[in-house]
């Protein structure tokens, strides 16, 4: 072999050697979840600083402005959680792999508004029958009026309002259920309640048509998993 074949043979060699070792890199270490990581590094937010909520966080990135995306224990369902929101886990739970309940609250005397809001998840059962659950929040708030209908890629809801003194303060009240648009029988009942914090306060102003904007766009961000937590047959069915 001549000298010029000699050289060309290494530059080939050099260049495939080369080539091996860009396209060889050590295994990338799966990404933490929030339960993972350091409350120290996690936005200093409820939604991450509480154990309880923590564990069921999916990701530290925003899914929206102020939301981020939260999982049900279970498994059945994702949601938005507002950054400036409390998780009340000891108002919260699940039964089985069929019933999950979430209570977040939130409470700010700058603003002058607070408020209170419960999402009870069924799978069978009443989720087949909507019109039963409705019938009970419209005698349990004695609401009169026709349901107004909100329809988006994950679901139908109904829901209506009304506005109550509740122990001396005047509070707007959303109410209503979503029904999964897939085949298995997912629905989601909530009823929200906000107020003012003082209402003697001057800035006691609180925007009807804004509080609905705000829950119905709580209610819009649960995308329902299709399918039971385990995958197998549930006792509330």
Not at 108 to 117: A, C, I, K, P, Y
Not at 211 to 230: C, H, N, P
């Amino acid at each position: 072999m001549n000298k010029s074949k000699t050289l060309l043979a290494v530059v080939i060699a050099m260049m495939l050697g080369g080539c091996g070792q860009m396209g060889s890199s050590p295994e990338e270490e799966p990404e933490k979840t929030p339960a993972e990581m350091d409350p120290a590094d996690l936005p200093q937010i409820d939604a991450f600083q509480s154990e309880h909520s923590r564990e069921m966080m999916v990701s530290t990135e925003p899914v929206a402005d102020g939301y981020y995306l939260m999982r049900s224990k279970i498994g059945a369902f994702t949601i938005w959680f507002p950054e400036e929101a409390v998780f009340m886990y000891n108002a919260s739970g699940v039964d089985g792999d069929h019933y999950e309940k979430l209570r977040f609250a939130y409470e700010s005397e700058e603003e002058n508004r607070g408020f209170l809001v419960d999402f009870q998840y069924n799978y069978g059962g009443n989720a087949k029958k909507p019109e039963r659950l409705l019938d009970n929040l419209r005698g349990r708030w004695d609401y009169e009026e026709e349901w107004r209908e909100m329809e988006d890629e994950h679901g139908l809801t109904y829901y209506g309002y009304t506005i109550e003194d509740l122990e001396g303060y005047q509070s707007y009240i959303f109410m209503g259920y979503k029904v999964s648009s897939q085949e298995a029988p997912q629905a989601m009942e909530f009823l929200y309640i906000s107020s003012c914090v003082d209402e003697e306060a001057e800035s006691c102003q609180m925007d009807l048509a804004e509080e609905e904007a705000y829950i119905l766009q709580w209610v819009k961000s649960i995308q329902f998993s299709g399918t039971r937590g385990d995958g197998g047959e549930t006792d509330g069915e």
